[in-house]
């Protein structure tokens, strides 16, 4: 969820909001939200821990990376259901085990994508006191994790379909007011940068840097 699903929906979000602003520097301001949003997760991810050491600094980015996922983690965890079924795996094991154990986990988002991937594959994850999720049908298997890779792979491409499709159907709406070329742009991003971890690093900045230089 948050290398990928995450960054790339509130990038759309604020690029929807943004093709309606006339301001630039408006725009600015909002394409910045996306990149904020990576900040506070790689932050939760070094410092969100509820040790002596760490809960003064790390409460605030945790809360605020739970806040942000709220949504994304959701679509994941049914785009992990609809990979399934496309791969022929057991995806209505999944969606029930989605609904039945995706809030087994302290987090109030991780759970949703563990959640569908333990159905789909029907097996159970465990982690020691602190949650279970799936059935416990079968043995792990070292085949599964070329099938949760291929899951993963799957429910990415899926999304990214769905992106795209999205941003094409709102640059036809919103080409009589000449700013189709910014959707233009972000299925150009999308397409090439956003399909590696380095989107969620390093691409996504030098792309906008591109970008604005090129309307400024």
Known sequence: TDSYISPVFYFMIISIIGIFTDSYAVFVILILIPFNYRIFNTLDAMVGYETDELIDIGFVPAK???????????????????????????????????????????????????????????????????????????????????????????????????????????SVMVICRGAACIFFWEIYMLSFFAMSKSFCKNSWLSSNVTFLRLFN
């Open 64 to 170: 605020i990376d739970d806040i942000l996922n709220y949504i994304p983690s959701r679509i994941a965890g049914l785009f992990v259901v609809l990979s399934a079924f496309c791969l022929n795996f057991d995806y209505k094991n999944s969606y029930k085990i989605l609904k039945r154990d995706a809030r087994n986990c302290p987090s109030p988002n991780s759970g949703f994508t563990m959640a569908s991937a333990a159905g789909a594959l029907n097996i159970q994850l465990i982690k020691l006191d602190t949650y279970i999720l799936g059935d416990n049908n079968k043995n792990i298997e070292t085949s599964d994790i070329g099938r949760a890779v291929k899951l993963s792979k799957l429910a990415i491409f899926l999304f990214s379909v769905t992106i795209i499709l999205f941003i094409i159907i709102n």
